[in-house]
């Protein structure tokens, strides 16, 4: 596999606070990272700085390709106001603004495009629908359909199976591993040790001001995530008495 981008010697955090330091790591065509950590440990941040919306404190953030044109992102739901007077269809045109004409929206081929997002994301019937008229997973499967849409090598997920059912985190865990057999990378910012993780190759474990990135099972293990503040010993004795880190769900 070929890297997306790669991170040389990075450090990132704010004037007055290293999140961590001197991270070197390669984001892979056709993997998915898993990214975790405690609360404030710098999960967003990450993504964030991925996205250019911020500098990394040092070190280099290097793309082999160039940087590509988009970026798919998700962004937790507790930053999406559903209020804002739009249908389904119409947040799902929004990941291709490229393909706005100018003066008749969206040309043809986008439209066809939208269509089968919307359709992969299972709301197609509900593609009229207000988004105040919609539960957690249908607005999480319609922002979904809005990351299809553009279409962009590298896809960035922060946190997208909070509050939606697990038929729901199943259809979106497909899209998923769709986007990995088309070879794109996926960066997902999870909160929980859940079965998600066995839908990653590669972890980035971020806490204690260090940033630990591998396989998953070499990053999440018992002494790892207690030593980064993202289990107390308890709940590490407690969750690996019998069963390794992919298979149980702890929310700290």
Not at 22 to 40: E, F, K, W, Y
Not at 153 to 174: G, K, M, N, R, Y
Request: with cysteine; net charge negative; charged share 20%.
């Amino acid at each position: 596999m070929s890297a997306v981008l790669e991170l040389r010697n990075l450090s990132l955090g704010y004037r007055d606070l290293t999140l961590f330091s001197r991270l070197s790591m390669d984001i892979q065509a056709g993997s998915t990272l898993a990214v975790l950590g405690a609360n404030g440990s710098g999960k967003s941040t990450f993504v964030k700085m991925l996205l250019g919306l911020m500098d990394p404190l040092s070190g280099s953030l290097n793309w082999p390709k160039g940087r590509p044109a988009e970026i798919g992102y998700l962004a937790q739901m507790t930053e999406f106001d559903r209020r804002f007077p739009i249908r389904v269809r119409d947040l799902a045109a929004m990941g291709a603004w490229r393909g706005f004409g100018h003066r008749f929206g969206l040309d043809n081929a986008a439209r066809d495009r939208m269509v089968s997002a919307l359709d992969d994301a299972g709301v197609l019937d509900i593609a009229d629908r207000p988004l105040h008229m919609l539960s957690g997973g249908q607005l999480q499967r319609a922002l979904f359909a809005r990351v299809i849409m553009q279409d962009a090598p590298l896809i960035l997920l922060d946190e997208p199976f909070a509050a939606v059912d697990q038929s729901t985190e199943a259809h979106l865990l497909s899209i998923i591993r769709r986007w990995q057999d088309e070879g794109r990378a996926v960066v997902l910012v999870v909160h929980d040790l859940s079965s998600v993780l066995d839908h990653c190759s590669h972890a980035l474990l971020l806490g204690g001001r260090e940033a630990t990135h591998g396989p998953v099972n070499d990053v999440l293990t018992p002494d790892r995530l207690v030593a980064q503040g993202y289990l107390s010993e308890s709940q590490a004795a407690w969750m690996f008495r019998s069963t390794p880190p992919t298979a149980e769900t702890a929310h700290v």
